[in-house]
């Protein structure tokens, strides 16, 4: 969720004012983000207007999750090849489009359709962000506009549930939940107008090639895992559950083959094996894919937990998360220096803190006889404490240990599955939520939260190669 597909330093010719360029780029960096959050607070709301059932809300989320995720690469590296700008263009028309699409979808069927399209837009749109900033800005600029694109990047997880709540509270021209997604209809329309005329453009030299088969591999793949565990309970397990149950291992061993058979013949796979070989890479690609996770279950279990369970409505849901978001952007500002002394321990210590906010906002929900905002947001805080020290520096302390012909494509891998953990969790999370009980999805959420501290556990205290 911090980063994409990071370009070789010297790969374009930097433009005389990129800072004119930036609140522009941060906006294709908020936008992705924000939707991915933003619907979580309306989900009751969908299920009511659209006669949507459990299955069909969690595809609304995780739906836009999978598809960003399986094409976050190709997006970069679609830049790389044809131009950042032009993909930056047609990525935030493509998203638009597909907000518009969403805002007036008729059916749940036709939202997730929609969704999936705006998840292609968002992969598009996104990897171009951090791309510009690499190739536009040098040094202590570089830096501070890099710490600029990871807390907007995540502040917006925060800032999508408020904003959705107060959107659904106001119920702006009596269209419900519709203005969650029509908002951004203006909001990229003139990020358009002023991208084609401040955002310079840039490309690398030598462009990989897009992988396109290993694209659609992952996709079949994680699709293949995630459609039965959503919709099986809903209905009942039929047949074709466990056959794409059965289907994931060979569907995963040919494309960890096709990836391996691709490099060796000298091509551009979309996860190299070689990449897997450096130690620090294979454990930091674990330990972002479990807080990802994590990140993705518990702000859905969060929402539905206090809508579905406790009686708030969206505006009091998405104020509970208020605090927590305040908390995230102060604590992002500052955690790069944490890192700097005391290195990897400081995102240890994050997961462990996101567990105790996990453990306090489980007490409050099962003991609190009237739950309030007040009382709600208190836990909130603190998992917005260990969010941001882990979320804010994760991906960049792996990428400062990395060789740096290597850190390019690990950006992109991380990426892909920071996305993907936050689809699997909405999906996965929000099977036992809905399962069993908010109780047992947050005992799921601490175990993702203890894991993730035992996986950075197992990186080097301050990276220093692979």
Not at 186 to 206: D, K, S
Not at 236 to 260: I, R
Not at 266 to 286: I, Q, T, Y
Request: charged share 10%; net charge positive; hydrophobic share 60%.
């Amino acid at each position: 969720m911090t980063t994409a597909t990071l370009p070789a330093a010297t790969a374009t010719t930097r433009p005389a004012a990129p800072w004119r360029a930036l609140p522009i780029l941060l906006l294709g960096a908020f936008l992705p983000i924000l939707d991915a959050f933003i619907v979580n607070v309306a989900l009751p709301t969908i299920g009511r207007t659209l006669n949507a059932g459990p299955a069909a809300l969690e595809l609304t989320v995780s739906g836009y999750g999978v598809a960003y995720a399986c094409t976050l690469v190709a997006g970069g590296r679609l830049g790389d090849r044809f131009g950042r700008k032009r993909m930056l263009l047609i990525g935030m028309s493509a998203f638009t489009v597909a907000s518009a699409a969403c805002g007036l979808a008729p059916t749940a069927g036709a939202l997730i359709a929609f969704r999936i399209l705006q998840g292609l837009g968002a992969a598009l749109l996104f990897p171009q962000v951090l791309a510009s900033i690499q190739a536009g800005f040098e040094g202590a600029d570089r830096q501070k506009a890099l710490g600029l694109f990871g807390s907007m990047a995540g502040l917006a997880g925060a800032v999508g549930q408020i904003l959705g709540g107060a959107l659904l509270a106001w119920d702006v021209a009596g269209l419900s939940w519709r203005p969650l997604f029509l908002i951004n209809v203006p909001v990229g329309i003139a990020a358009v107008v002023l991208g084609r005329r401040f955002v310079p453009e840039t490309r690398a030299p030598r462009a990989a090639r897009v992988d396109l088969w290993g694209a659609l591999l992952l996709a079949a793949t994680i699709a293949l895992l995630l459609l039965p565990i959503t919709l099986g309970r809903t209905e009942e397990w039929p047949l074709w559950t466990w056959l794409s149950l059965a289907a994931v291992v060979p569907a995963a061993v040919t494309f960890f083959w096709t990836q391996g058979r691709q490099e060796r013949r000298g091509g551009n796979p979309l996860l190299p094996p070689s990449l897997l070989s450096l130690r620090l890479a294979r454990r930091a690609l674990l330990a972002i894919l479990l807080f990802a996770t994590l990140i993705g279950g518990f702000l859905f279990t969060v929402a539905v937990t206090l809508q579905m369970g406790h009686a708030f409505g969206p505006m009091a849901a998405g104020l509970a998360m208020g605090p927590c978001a305040i908390t995230f952007l102060w604590i992002s500002l500052r955690v790069g220096r944490w890192v700097s002394r005391y290195g990897v321990r400081v995102l240890i210590a994050g997961a462990l803190i996101f567990g105790l906010g996990i453990v306090a906002f489980a007490a409050v929900v099962q003991y609190a006889d009237h739950l309030s905002v007040v009382v709600a947001a208190i836990p909130l805080v603190v998992v917005g404490v260990g969010w941001a020290m882990v979320l804010s520096p994760a991906i960049g302390f792996v990428l400062s240990g990395l060789p740096a012909d290597r850190a390019g494509l690990a950006g992109g891998v991380l990426s892909t599955a920071m996305q993907m953990g936050l689809a699997l969790g909405a999906s996965l999370l929000g099977s036992v939520l809905f399962a069993t009980s908010s109780l047992v999805a947050l005992g799921c959420c601490l175990v993702l939260a203890v894991s993730t501290a035992i996986a950075y556990a197992r990186l080097s205290p301050r990276p220093a190669g692979s």
